[in-house]
């Protein structure tokens, strides 16, 4: 899917990189999950509502519609966390694990 930002400028700070969906995506030091992964696809997630892809719509932490999830299940707002290198996310929730009560 093509990329809906564009790095204009600012190309000289640290690259990091982070995996969305198992696939590597690259991004600088500085960035938000948003704009490293929308300068490389066009989405952040899917709707839970089934309704297509999403990629934000606020930009400010206010709308809730850029929420990606870590491998370990923990929910971020793409639009207001910094990238941190070696991130792993994913654009779909998490199946929930409950703990075995036995
Ligand atoms: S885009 Fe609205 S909360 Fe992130």
Not at 18 to 37: K, N, R, S, W
Request: with cysteine; net charge negative.
């Amino acid at each position: 899917m093509r990329a809906r930002f564009r790095r204009l400028d600012e190309r000289g700070r640290p690259a990091l990189t982070l995996h969305v969906d198992g696939e590597q995506v690259e991004a600088l030091e500085g960035d938000t999950l948003m704009v490293a992964m929308l300068t490389s696809t066009g989405r952040l997630r899917e709707s839970e509502f089934g309704d297509g892809a999403r990629a934000g719509f606020c930009l400010m932490a206010a709308c809730q519609d850029c929420w990606v999830w870590t491998e370990e299940g923990t929910r971020l707002r793409a639009c207001s966390t910094l990238a941190v290198n070696g991130l792993k996310l994913l654009t779909r929730e998490p199946e929930a694990t409950w703990p075995n009560i036995a």
